[in-house]
């Protein structure tokens, strides 16, 4: 009976905008109105675009705004500092760019692993967090971001 009593309430909390309709409490909500996880996919429910290594996914339409070209923080000039993609959605860091004192990017950081619709994890990723060194371009250019992730150690 208890669990009843809380799904309820996940339920009615959800219909009220009492919850953030768009994390996990209206996830949860969704899909036990939709019969479970799998009722919501064939419903057309929210789309998986990455997943957090503690479980907590990020959906499409909820993806926060790019970190966009490399350029290091004008209040930051000449000192080494981060650029951060946060997710206002989960309260999180999402990503994270690495500036050297020279105010090239050294790394991105990505704090979440990118999923199929279904939440399947994509292939060629490693669980998050995963990091993207830059490297200089072979023809002189502007710095490159590598492609294939490597495990982040902190």
Known sequence: ??????????????????????????????????????????KGGPKGHSVYPDGVKVFEGNIPKRLGEALPDPKAVSSAHFRLRWDNVNGRVYQAREFNSSGKPVRDIDFTTPTKPNGQIRAGHTIAPEQHLWQESKTGGSMQRQKQGTPFIY
């Open 1 to 42: 009976m208890k669990r009843a009593v809380g799904e309820a309430s996940l339920v009615k909390a959800a219909i009220n905008g009492d919850a953030q309709s768009q994390g996990r409490v209206g996830f949860q909500a969704a899909a036990l109105v939709f019969g479970g996880i799998e009722g919501l996919r064939s």
